[in-house]
């Protein structure tokens, strides 16, 4: 694994990513981020599906939503990623259906390895379950699977598995109760 990685997140990374992530930064700021919020949501999600994204029906990205490789999103029917939110997806990142993370959120699917004195770089896949909601400023690090339903509070930082259906706030985050809905 690690020299998976070594080999794709160095210099030698290949050039074809290099140029791949060159071609999609370039159309991020010109064609993507530009776009007005109350329209050009179909435009951004077409852009992003160009990029390799799959993206379910009903689902919706903001405009200064930043993604960082739309090969590695993938977003399940009405899903959401609301205005802000940095989606570093050098590893994958799942999101179920009926998901939504909120403003200025930070899904962060690598870092790096601080036991070595060179620090190379991983990821690991960040996975959100359907009807699953990642408030607003939370981190959400490497490896971490957010359970179906679960709640994750405001500018909570989430670097391990929070169980289905609870809720979580803090720094650390830590589990304050279930999430009960009410019919």
């Known amino acids: 694994m690690k020299e998976e990685v070594k080999r794709l997140y160095t210099d030698e990374m290949p050039r074809s990513l290099r140029m791949r992530r060159l071609l999609w930064t370039i159309v991020y700021f010109l064609l993507f981020r530009p776009t007005p919020r109350f329209m050009m949501e179909r435009w951004r999600l077409f852009l992003l599906r160009l990029f390799g994204a799959h993206i379910g029906k009903g689902s919706r990205v903001a405009p200064s939503c930043f993604v960082w490789a739309p090969w590695n999103l993938t977003m399940g029917n009405y899903a959401c990623l609301a205005e802000g939110v940095d989606c570093y997806t050098i590893g994958l990142v799942m999101m179920g259906d009926y998901t939504t993370v909120s403003q200025r959120s930070f899904l962060c699917s690598a870092s790096h390895d601080i036991t070595l004195m060179s620090r190379p770089l ?5 996975i959100i379950k359907d009807h ?31 169980e289905p259906w609870n809720i979580v706030i803090g720094n650390p985050a830590r589990s304050v109760g279930l999430r009960k809905l009410e019919d």
């Open 132 to 162: 699953a909601w990642v408030a607003a400023e939370a981190f959400v690090g490497p490896g971490v699977t957010v359970g179906e339903g679960a709640v994750v509070g405001a500018r909570a930082v989430v670097v391990k598995n929070v």
């Open 122 to 126: 991983f990821s690991k896949p960040i």
